[in-house]
C-alpha cells in the first residue's frame, strides 16, 4: 500500500503533463477568439484553483501599487491603439463574467512585464538554446514562472488566417492576448524572456504606453499576423520596435545561420547576438543559450544555467545533435526547476513544434 502511494507520487511528479490544445481564427471575431480558453479552463479546474490563485500571487507583486487612475490609463490606451487586443479582452471579461476581472485589471495584464520592471519584480527565469544541427536550427524554450497555479493555464493554440494554419503557440499568457512562445511556419520560432536592464519608473511607463507603445506579447502577434515573412524581417522589426522594458528576444529562422539573440532595453541599445558573431568560429558547432543575464557578462554566481547548458551543449556526442540533444539539455536541473511550467522543442526549417507541460524539479540530496 505504502509503496503503490510513493509510485503513484514519483509517477505524478516526474510526469510531463498534458496541455490541450485550440484553434484560434485570426478572420473571426476577435471578442469571441480567447472565450473558449478561458471556458476551458473554468470548466476544467475552476476560478479559484486556476486563475483566481495566479491573479491573487500577482496582485501582491507586480499590481501591488497601481491605482484606479493607473488602471483607467491603462484602458483607455488599449482601447485607443490597440482596438483588435481590446476587442479580445472585452471577450475574456465577458468570459469571465465576474466583477472582479475588469477590461481595466486585464488591461493592466496586458502589460504585465512591463509594469513588473518598473516595480522591479524579481520572479522570472526562463532558458533559451538554439542549437544549429544539418536539420535546421533547434529551438528549445523553458518557460518558467510562479506560482504553479500558473501551470494550469497553459494552452497550445493553432492560429488560422484566410483559412489556413499560419502558426502555434504554447503560453500561459494567452489571457493577456501576447505571447512569449510563438511558430510562424516557414518564417521564425520566437521566445522572450525576462531581462534585468533599465527600468522605467511607472509615471514614465504609463506616459509611454500612453503614446502607443506596445506591450512585449503583442510584438510577436504582430510578427505572427502582419506580412513579415522571413528572418531577417523579424530579426529587424524586434531590434527596432519601441519597447517599454527589457528583454531578450530568441529568434531562430529556417536557413543556416538564422538564429539570433536580440537584448533590448528601453535606454540603451546593444548589438545582436548571431551565430556568425558567437565567437565559436563558423566551422565549428554552433549553439547559443539566453537565461536572464547579458551573453557578454558571466554568468552571475548564484545562478549558472547559462554555463551549466553551455558545457553541456558543448560536450554533446554527434549521434545527440538534434532535438534529442536539445530536450536533454533543456531538461536538466536548474535549467528546469521549480518554477517550469513549459518546454518546446521548435524547429521552423523541418516545421516541427513539440511542447509539453512540465511539473517543477528540486534536486533531492540523499546524504543529508
Ligand atoms: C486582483 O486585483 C484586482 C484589481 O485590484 C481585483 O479586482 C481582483 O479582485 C484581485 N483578484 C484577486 C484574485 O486577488
Ligand atoms: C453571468 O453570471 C450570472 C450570475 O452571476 C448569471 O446569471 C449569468 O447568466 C451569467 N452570464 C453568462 C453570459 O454566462
Ligand atoms: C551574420 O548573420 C546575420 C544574420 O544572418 C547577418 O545579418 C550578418 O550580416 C552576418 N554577419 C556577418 C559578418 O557575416
Ligand atoms: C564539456 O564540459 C565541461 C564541464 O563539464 C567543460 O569544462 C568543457 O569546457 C566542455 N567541453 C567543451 C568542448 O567546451
Known amino acids: ?29 476577435a471578442k469571441q477568439r480567447f472565450q473558449p480558453a478561458v471556458q476551458l479552463v473554468l470548466n476544467t479546474y475552476g476560478y479559484d484553483a486556476s486563475f483566481g ?5 500577482h496582485n501582491e507583486t507586480t499590481f501591488k501599487h497601481l491605482t484606479s487612475k493607473d488602471y483607467a490609463i491603462l484602458a483607455t490606451s488599449v482601447r485607443t491603439y ?6 479580445e479582452l472585452e471577450g475574456i471579461v465577458e468570459a469571465f463574467n465576474r466583477s472582479d476581472v475588469t477590461f481595466e485589471y486585464m488591461a493592466a495584464w496586458a502589460y504585465f512585464h512591463e509594469i513588473g520592471h518598473s516595480l522591479s519584480v524579481n520572479i522570472k527565469e526562463c532558458t533559451a538554446i538554439l542549437l544549429q544541427t544539418k536539420d535546421g536550427i533547434i529551438h528549445g524554450r523553458n518557460m518558467d514562472q510562479s506560482p504553479d497555479a500558473g501551470r494550469l493555464l497553459v494552452i497550445h493554440f493553432k492560429f488560422i488566417k484566410n483559412g489556413q494554419y499560419i502558426g502555434e503557440s504554447v503560453d500561459q499568457y494567452w489571457f493577456k492576448t501576447g505571447f512569449v512562445t510563438m511558430f510562424k511556419y516557414g518564417v521564425v520560432s520566437l521566445q522572450e524572456n525576462w531581462r534585468y536592464g533599465h527600468y522605467l519608473p511607472l509615471f514614465m511607463l504609463l506616459k509611454k504606453i500612453s503614446a502607443g507603445t506596445t506591450s512585449l506579447g503583442w510584438t510577436f502577434r504582430h510578427i505572427l499576423d502582419s506580412d513579415i515573412n522571413n528572418f531577417d524581417q523579424a530579426v529587424t522589426y524586434l531590434e ?10 530568441i529568434v531562430a529562422g529556417t536557413k543556416f545561420n538564422q538564429g539570433a539573440i536580440i ?17 565559436l568560429g563558423n566551422d565549428q558547432f554552433q549553439y547559443m543559450v539566453q537565461t536572464n543575464y547579458d551573453h557578454w557578462h558571466k554568468d552571475p554566481k548564484g545562478d549558472q544555467r547559462r554555463t551549466i547548458a553551455q558545457n553541456l551543449l558543448a ?5 545527440m545533435q538534434n532535438e534529442l540533444g536539445v530536450y ?5 536541473y536548474p535549467i528546469h526547476n521549480e518554477g517550469t511550467f513549459y518546454t518546446a522543442i521548435m524547429n521552423v526549417a523541418t516545421g516541427r513544434f513539440n511542447y509539453f507541460g512540465q511539473e517543477g524539479i528540486t534536486p533531492f540530496n540523499d546524504l543529508e
Not at 490597440?82 to 476587442?87: D, L, R, T, V
Request: net charge negative; aromatic share 14%; hydrophobic share 45%.
Open 240 to 249: 527596432n520596435v519601441i519597447v517599454a522594458c527589457s528583454q531578450y528576444n
Open 328 to 332: 536533454s539539455v533543456i531538461n536538466t
Open 53 to 57: 490563485a495566479f491573479f491573487s500571487y
Open 1 to 29: 500500500m505504502k509503496l503503490a502511494v510513493i509510485l503513484l507520487i514519483l509517477a505524478t511528479t516526474y510526469a510531463y503533463t498534458i496541455v490541450p490544445t485550440l484553434d484560434i481564427d485570426l478572420d473571426g471575431p
Open 315 to 319: 560536450n554533446l556526442t554527434s549521434t
Open 82 to 87: 490597440w482596438p483588435q487586443y481590446a476587442q
Open 263 to 279: 537584448s533590448r532595453d528601453p535606454i540603451s541599445t546593444f548589438p545582436t547576438l548571431f551565430f556568425n558573431n558567437t565567437g
